[in-house]
């Protein structure tokens, strides 16, 4: 029997006849103002916090939201409806129902004062509203998404989304490629440090342990996960498909404590890929394969356009399905890790990143329409267009998303699902939010409050990305704004937050073009709703970026074909930014890195620059040579000089670090600086006897491991010494082409005075002052 409640009265009037549940008595405290699109929101029954979670009446909340509130006598559950949405709310339970799927809250309903009340940020939020709390005025503010994306809601639907680009010929760049996401730079000049001293832990080893480096992120605040982690005490390690726990300080007692296996079955296998660390939970992210039965299939629609055609039928091979999986563990005791959550998302793992306690994770999953669209099962067939994931604490089977929660980005529409999934690692017995969006992305880039998934389209031979802004809330992610700008973006440091303005940096054109369309490069700013408000264009004709640095007021920028220019601008007012001043040098910088706010160190390869004379015009080629590691002075923003430089080895050396940022050990404080570099150098004969090939000669293997330096402004580089895991008898046989294989050093940290490099088959600690070995464990 379902009656219609008018009142809040009468509602809870029912609810009380109905259940033996009493009453919660609580203190009112301070008044919470709440305010929906800025007015305040009238409450017959004031909010209040209920073991810390802001709580308010479901009448009062839906009222404010226009929408229907009915009980369900036979269920005992208050009903919120409007417009196809329906919100189930049992009494007395943490779990709710959203158009039918079970979701949990952050709290429990309750009955206060002859009211329902629910916890204020779920009722909002399950209604797609966007929820913010300001603790220094102890108000909320609920406001709707700025705009709105359409819904694929229906299965025909999905299937002409799934069609029409083929038609169209548009090309958007898939998730499948370049990925990354970062918070917003800043004026910080060191890398964030995921870690420090005098954290409260649960062991002694770790209560006494000293200040120890963590992973170099792109801006202090926002941990990127990585393939080594250190809490100060223990490391750890992806290794060869296992996690490996490694007590390393203090040094002398080093050892391995345990090693996490992820056994294959017949069926299923889960590959580690990268890991996060804090003081409770080692997170374990990665990919995981499970294969299925045999399915059939109808031979008659492999050739027809039409879907439902019966015939033969056929026995399809067995099919592997890809999850991006997270598994998180109890680090109570490191020598014997506890699994407590871990959570699916059914597509390919992209990239994620950890705020606080919620953790955001990225996959992509790829829509082969063709093949399903042979499958003589109508039913199966739209499951399987559907994307699906699971989570632990709602059960071990895989939920698909309905068709009518899922969105399309109509601008980079392509058959791939972008889904996003959050959870509360404070709170795992949650189950974690999923969105699912029906299109696709080149970068994936968040700050503290938004995520930017930005799609590269190349239409009529015209580039153009264009930016879906998400507002990120706990660990959900909710459509705010699109916007678009000319040109193509390199990677995570092409974007950036700054004082509500997102910064681009693209390439529009060809390098190989001589006409008008040429590659030229640009600066965009926009406002927070995606809106340009100023720009600058047109920079180095004929040349690419290869390095974006955003640094608060300011940006850096490395353009290269043949030489290197770096780039000043002033981006302090964003309708206009200026081009300050610009630096010509040989070589060019892949990655850019904060020295302080007048300084910045630049790391790429060395440059030849020799006559090309096979090219009508005489026109030059540039060699790279070895690696090439700059400081460059900007106290002169019109005039930037490169104050020091130091050149590692010959054409062929080459480093992680210039592809991947996290591979860089930098401390200012130290004067330090290391990063694992593999050294090729030329024979000198070579240069003797045929000085003209020198420049597009490679070099012969010499060195794998980390190089460490003093960097200082008085003295620039100083380099001290190299730490290799290979024996002086390997590195004199090493022939031209050497494979380091597992004795290939790919991180450096430090703990206390203690520095520590990692390998596959090793962890070395060398004394951080002398560089003398204190110990070295094997892996096994």
Known sequence: MKKKVLAAGLLTTAILLTSAFTPVSTNAGQETIVKLEGQPITFASQPRMIDGVLMASVSDLANALEMEVTWNDAERVAVVTRNGYELKLPVHTDHAYVNGQATTMKGTTQIVDDSLYVPLRFFMESADQIVRWDSATSSVSITKPADSLPVVGTYDHLVTLL?????????????????AIAK????????????????????????????Y??????????????????????????NKQRIVVTQAYPADQMKVLSILDFPKTQNTQFQPSEIYVDDKHLIVLGQSYQNFKPVPYNEAASSSTSVGITGKRMISPIRSQATTKVMVYDLTDRSNLKLVKDAELEGNYI???????????????????????????????????????????????????????????????????????????????????????????????????????????????????????FGLNNGKAVYQHTGKVPGHLLNQFAMDEHNGYLRLATTTGEIWRTDEGTSKNHVYILDKSLKEVGSILNIAPGERIYSTRFMG????????????????????????PKLLGALKIPGYSNYLHPYDENHIIGFGKDTIEVENKSVAGSQSIAYYQGMKVALFDVSDVNNPKEKFTEIIGDRGTDSELLYNHRALLFSKERNLLSFPVTVMKIDPNLATSNPKNVASAYGSFAFQGAYVYNLDLEKGFQLRGGISHLSKEELQKAGQHFYAGDKQVERVLYIGDTLYTISNGFIKANDLTTLEEKNTVAIP
């Open 553 to 576: 007021d300011r940006a850096y920028m490395v353009t290269f074909k043949n030489t290197d220019p770096l780039f000043v601008l002033d981006l302090k007012q964003p309708a206009q």
């Open 351 to 469: 990239s994620s990143r950890k705020i606080g306690s919620s953790l955001y994770f990225i996959a992509n999953k790829y829509v082969n329409y063709y093949q399903y669209r042979e499958l003589t099962d109508m039913e199966g067939m739209k499951k399987e267009l559907a994307p699906s994931y699971r989570d632990s604490s709602a059960g071990d089977s895989f939920t698909s998303v309905p068709l009518d929660r899922i969105y399309y980005l109509p601008k980079a529409l392509e058959p791939n699902y972008v889904l996003i999934g959050g959870m509360n690692l404070d709170h795992l017995s949650e189950t974690m939010n999923v969105t699912s969006y029906l299109g696709s992305g080149q970068n994936v880039y968040a700050s503290e409050e938004n995520l930017y998934v930005a799609a590269t389209k190349y239409e009529e031979q015209q580039q153009e990305t264009i930016l879906y802004q």
């Open 184 to 211: 917003s730079s800043t004026t910080s000049s060191a890398p964030a440090v995921a870690g420090s001293a005098g954290v409260a832990v649960q062991d002694s080893a770790r209560s006494v342990a000293p200040e």
């Open 213 to 238: 480096s963590g992973t170099n992120v792109q801006v202090q605040g926002v941990d990127e996960s990585d393939v080594v982690k250190s809490d100060g005490t223990y490391i750890y390690t992806v």
């Open 163 to 179: 069609t029409q680009n083929e038609s169209k010929g548009i090309v958007v760049n898939s998730l499948m490629g370049t990925s």
